[in-house]
C-alpha cells in the first residue's frame, strides 16, 4: 500500500529552523516529482515547493523563496523541506504530496500532514 | 488573496446538479490544461478527483466532471449526495512569478 508518511513538525520560535521529512514507501519513489503543500486549520491549501525525481530541479512559492530547501533522498525514500527563518505566518500543517503529473500540480496522494508552530 | 478565485459557497438539494467555478488568468488556466481538483472533508486529508482538467483517477466517482473555457475551469458534481457536503479547492500550474502550483480559495459545498 502507498503511504506518505511527514515528521519532524512542532512548536518553535519566530526566527527558529525546522526540517521537515517525508517518508514514502509502497511505490518506486525516484519515478515521482513530490511537492509540499501547507495549509492553516480552517483556512485553504497552499502550495509550497516542488522537486523533480532526481532532485536537480526545485520550485518555491514566494512567500517561502530564500527561506526553505526542498530535497530528497531517492536511496532513502524520503523528502525533505527545511525551513530556516520561521515566521508566525509559515504556522500550518503542512502535507507531502506526490504528483501524479509530471510535476504539475495533478497531486494524487497526500500524507496525514505535520504541524508546525511558529510562535512569536 | 488567493491567485485562482472560487466562489465561497455553494449549495444544492440531493440529486441535484451543481458547479463550482475556478477563475484564474492567461498565467494559469487560460495556457496549460493541468487543472485539478480536491475535495476535503472536515478534519481529512484532501483528495484529488479530478486532474488535467477533466480526468478522474481510479475510484472517483462518474458524478464528478471537469471543464475549461478560458481562464475559468469548473467542476460539476451531478446527483448530489449527502456525502459530498464538503470544501473543494481548484489548482493550476502556473508560470507566473516562481510559483508553479497555485490553489483557489475553495468552496464549502451545503448540500440541503
Known amino acids: 500500500e502507498m503511504q506518505l508518511v511527514e515528521s519532524g513538525g512542532g512548536l518553535v520560535q519566530s526566527g527558529g529552523s525546522l526540517r521537515l521529512s517525508c517518508a514514502a514507501s509502497g511505490f518506486t519513489f525516484n519515478s515521482y516529482w513530490m511537492h509540499w503543500v501547507r495549509q492553516v486549520p480552517g483556512k485553504g491549501l497552499v502550495w509550497v515547493s516542488r522537486i523533480n525525481k532526481d532532485g536537480s530541479t526545485t520550485n518555491y512559492a514566494d512567500s517561502v523563496k530564500g527561506r526553505v530547501t526542498i530535497s530528497r533522498d531517492n536511496a532513502k525514500n524520503t523528502m525533505y523541506l527545511q525551513m530556516n527563518s520561521l515566521r508566525a505566518e509559515d504556522t500550518a500543517v503542512y502535507y507531502c504530496?506526490?504528483?501524479?503529473?509530471?510535476?504539475?500540480?495533478?497531486?494524487?496522494?497526500w500524507g496525514q500532514g505535520t504541524l508546525v508552530t511558529v510562535s512569536s | 488573496q488567493s491567485a485562482l478565485t472560487q466562489p465561497a459557497s455553494v449549495s444544492g438539494s440531493p440529486g441535484q446538479s451543481i458547479t463550482i467555478s475556478c477563475t484564474g488568468t492567461?498565467?494559469?488556466?487560460?495556457?496549460?490544461?493541468?487543472v485539478s481538483w480536491y475535495q476535503q472533508h472536515p478534519g481529512k486529508v484532501p483528495k484529488l478527483m479530478i486532474y488535467e482538467v477533466y480526468n478522474r483517477p481510479s475510484g472517483v466517482s462518474n458524478r464528478f466532471s471537469g471543464s475549461k473555457s478560458g481562464n475559468t475551469a469548473s467542476l460539476t458534481i451531478s446527483g448530489l449526495q449527502a456525502e459530498d457536503e464538503a470544501d473543494y479547492y481548484c489548482s493550476s500550474y502556473t508560470h507566473s512569478s516562481t510559483n508553479t502550483v497555485v490553489f483557489g480559495g475553495g468552496t464549502k459545498l451545503t448540500v440541503l
Open positions: 492567461s498565467s494559469d488556466i487560460g495556457t496549460y490544461n493541468y
Open positions: 504530496t506526490r504528483d501524479e503529473v509530471i510535476g504539475s500540480g495533478s497531486l494524487g496522494h
